[in-house]
């Protein structure tokens, strides 16, 4: 069954951000994620959905994702204390 998570964070500069996300691409394609989408929410916050095939897949990546949350934070590009991250099953799909 597949499992999103989604990680909501703030960030100072969405534009810098979103150029540093590409020296992080080959990091997190090694997540295992289906998919990753990050979605600009405007005034500087943001939501990364990402979908696993399965909950151990998740698991799995849960360290590849903290790496490049590492990475931001080291940068100044994303506020540490903003983060939040909730997880979940599909229930139905339009």
């Known amino acids: 069954m597949t499992v999103y998570r989604l990680t909501e964070y703030t960030s100072s500069d969405m534009g810098k ?3 540093f996300a590409e020296t992080l691409r080959e990091l997190v394609s090694g997540a295992g994620a289906l998919f990753i989408d990050v ?3 405007g005034e500087g916050k943001a939501v990364v959905v ?3 095939a399965s909950q151990a897949d998740m698991d799995a990546a849960t360290e590849i994702n ?3 949350f590492g990475k931001m934070i080291e940068a100044g590009l994303v506020d540490a204390a903003s983060i939040r991250s909730q997880s979940g099953d599909v229930t139905f799909t339009f």
């Open 17 to 19: 951000l979103t150029e």
């Open 39 to 41: 979605v600009d929410l």
């Open 50 to 52: 990402a979908k696993y």
């Open 66 to 68: 903290k790496q490049a």
